[in-house]
């Protein structure tokens, strides 16, 4: 029984004792562990980009020109508040096109990319098929 009022005694001066150690103006910050896996993370997934063949993430310059000349296409192919999903398709449109050199099965591959060939009947054509992948070379992978 001693043991145990001895080691609740030690307990409760420790805990005393390093909560009088903080103050009330500390501010949490997150652990340098934290902000290393975080970098960690964006490295691993800028490398798997690169060895899959795909571009990096866009500038918001870029992402924005990207989604601006969608719209002068046809503004229903960026379906609204998806933005972020319309630019992924882009970037896998440009493994394609930095892999098949041919345009015919390019601009299938963007109409079923983008789901015009399921959503949009009225512009499922070579000609907007052709406009996007343009729009999606010139913006987001001009290098391929």
């Known amino acids: 029984m001693r043991t145990r009022t001895a080691a609740a005694l030690t ?38 980009r690169k060895a899959a063949g795909l571009p990096p993430e866009p500038s918001a ?13 046809d503004p229903r192919i960026s379906k609204p508040g998806k933005d972020d999903q319309t ?7 440009c493994g394609s096109i930095k892999t098949t050199k041919d345009r015919t099965k390019l601009i299938e591959q963007a109409l079923s990319r983008f789901t015009i060939d399921t ?6 054509n070579a000609a907007t098929g052709g406009k ?7 913006n987001l992978c001009p290098d391929f």
């Open 11 to 48: 307990a409760a001066t420790l805990l005393a004792t390093l909560t009088a150690c903080g103050s009330s103006d500390d501010k949490p910050t997150a652990p340098a562990s934290e902000t290393a896996s975080q970098a960690d993370r964006d490295a691993a997934r800028d490398a798997a």
């Open 61 to 73: 310059t870029a992402r924005y020109a990207y989604l601006e000349a969608l719209d002068a296409i």
């Open 87 to 93: 630019v992924s398709r882009g970037l896998n449109q």
């Open 119 to 124: 959503r949009l009947p009225d512009i499922n």
């Open 132 to 138: 996007i992948v343009d729009a999606v070379h010139k």
